[in-house]
């Protein structure tokens, strides 16, 4: 099996950053694309930023040039680094893993919690 484990999350002062991190038991290359998504209470779950097996990154537009998406040093890890955080930036943060192109399947992590106060 596949499992994605998220940290890094916690509370920050609007302005601030944070860097999260998301380990895989598989490596990385593996997948088609890895994903950062994010969601708050009574609202649907919305991809911040992604990065494919070609290193292409795509963001939503609230966090394009605040955010960046990038996988590191560590084998089998990716990283979301968020910087000048707003308080809309509060959410819980998964990890996404998807395999395949065509028909495809989605892993996810457990989740890390993000608070950004004002």
């Known amino acids: 099996q596949v499992q994605l484990v998220e940290s890094g999350g916690g509370l920050v002062q609007a302005g601030g950053s944070l860097e999260l991190s998301c380990v895989v038991s598989a490596p990385i290359g593996s997948f088609s694309a890895m994903a950062w998504y994010r969601q708050t209470p009574g609202n649907p779950r919305h991809m911040v930023a992604s990065i494919t097996s070609a290193f292409a990154t795509n963001y939503t537009d609230s966090v394009k040039g605040r955010f960046i998406i990038y996988r590191g040093g560590a084998k089998n890890t990716v990283y979301l680094q968020m910087n000048s955080l707003r308080p809309e930036d509060t959410a819980v943060y998964y990890c996404?893993?998807?395999?395949?192109?065509?028909?495809?399947?989605?892993?996810w992590g457990q989740g890390t919690q993000v608070t950004v106060s004002s």
């Open positions: 996404n893993a998807r395999l395949g192109r065509n028909a495809y399947f989605d892993y």
